[in-house]
């Protein structure tokens, strides 16, 4: 091989070392992306799946009331009387 042979085939080499670096993690993300899309998917048959045999046993409960009326505990009224100074501050 002359020299100018060897040159031409260390180029080559180069250009394709160079070509495979920028390719590789492009296949990367597409893998990845490929493996969550197949984890999302069996998740989501998964999920399908126990929902319609959750419903054939589950019967429909009344929703249970409080009769004690729900009031703010003291650390919403502080909150909100520091709400209002920083608006009337501002």
């Given at each position: 091989m002359t020299g100018n042979q060897i040159e031409a085939l260390v180029g080559m080499l180069v250009t394709f070392g160079l070509l495979v670096l920028m390719v590789l993690p492009s296949l990367g993300g597409i893998v990845r992306d490929?493996?969550?899309?197949?984890?999302?998917r069996e998740a989501q048959e998964g999920r399908q799946n126990r929902g319609r045999a959750e419903e054939t046993?589950?019967?429909?409960?009344p929703q249970k009331s409080s009769s004690r009326s729900t009031v703010p505990s003291t650390a919403t009224w502080y909150a909100e009387g520091r709400r209002s100074k920083k608006l009337v501050s501002s």
């Open positions: 490929r493996r969550i899309d197949r984890q999302l046993r589950r019967t429909p409960r």
